[in-house]
């Protein structure tokens, strides 16, 4: 195998492991949330280096803002948690007419 081939192979796997790892963060937050806590957590010891632990304050996930979702806060991004009022709706009702001849 050439080494542009190995070179080429490598690029592709690391843009499907960031497809991976972005496709996972925006369809299931809270679990992506769990595993980058998991990930930082060892790095965080006291016991750990201080490169140990500056690279796992920056993998610590971020609090998650206040929203609708839960108690302990949700991501409030697709509008379809939370208390919505009735008159601010502008649904209107669809009415399916039969095709005149």
């Known amino acids: ?8 192979y490598t690029v592709i796997a ?9 496709t996972t ?7 992506a949330q769990r ?3 998991a990930m930082a957590a060892p790095l965080l010891r006291p016991q ?7 690279i796992g304050r920056f993998l610590q996930p971020k609090g998650a803002p206040a929203g609708h979702c839960g108690d302990s806060g949700g991501c409030n991004t697709c509008g379809t948690c939370g208390p919505s009022s009735p ?3 502008n649904e209107q009702p669809v009415a399916f007419h039969p095709p005149r001849k």
């Open 1 to 8: 195998m050439s080494a542009g081939l190995v070179v080429q």
């Open 14 to 22: 690391l843009l499907v492991i960031a497809s991976l790892i972005q």
């Open 25 to 31: 963060r925006k369809l299931a937050p809270k679990s």
């Open 35 to 37: 595993a980058q806590a």
């Open 48 to 54: 750990r280096g201080a490169l140990a632990q500056r």
């Open 87 to 89: 008159e601010a709706s």
